[in-house]
């Protein structure tokens, strides 16, 4: 069954790209960066999508044109957009997408909503290891207490939060759409290019 609750989106923009060496929301292709692309395909099937930034983001251009859930958390990767998305909102479920996940389209997001489950968490297993993909996944309201025991606990590694918990595992429609651009070989073979 199919929980009720209101689904928002949660773009993840406030990684530091160490590995690309530049700001990877930012990298064009076909003249729009990743960030607007994330937040256009999950405004395609959500009522509201925010962005998640870092206290030192939110002012930038490029994210300043989206709402923004800042981070309340530091130093703790994506875990602290999770949950400072799941506290700010905590009556929502939360679709999660990273900025740097370029072949994710609307069939991937329309299968993850559609089998969402009463269950925490909802993800797809990965292509390569069969183990949960947590930047593309559904936290619903009862993951907050999880995700920040967890935190408290030591452990920020999402996938290990959903390895962990009650996730319910999908299988990907397309078995590269999570495949990301995290170093500038990746880039080039995408064809993306820094934003101007």
Known sequence: M?????????????GRSRRMGRDKALLEHNGETQLARAVQLLERHL??????????????????????VVDRYRDI???????????????????VLACD??????????VLLRQRSKQPFTA?????????????AVYRPQARE???????????????????????LLDLPDPKALDNVNTPEDLERAGFRAAS
């Open 101 to 110: 996940l370029p072949r994710v389209n609307d069939e991937t997001i329309a």
């Open 124 to 136: 797809f297993r990965s292509s390569r290891d069969d183990l949960p993909e947590p930047l593309c």
């Open 2 to 14: 199919t929980p009720t609750e209101p689904v928002y989106g949660l773009v993840l923009s406030g």
């Open 47 to 68: 009522e509201r999508v925010f962005v998640s930034v870092r206290p030192d983001q939110a002012p930038d251009p490029e994210r300043a044109r989206f709402e923004q």
């Open 77 to 95: 990767g994506p875990a602290a957009g999770i949950l400072s998305a799941l506290e700010a909102h905590p009556r929502a479920a939360w679709l």
């Open 146 to 168: 999880l995700v920040a025991a967890f935190i408290r606990d030591g452990l920020v590694c999402p996938r290990k939060m959903l390895i962990r918990s009650d996730t319910r």
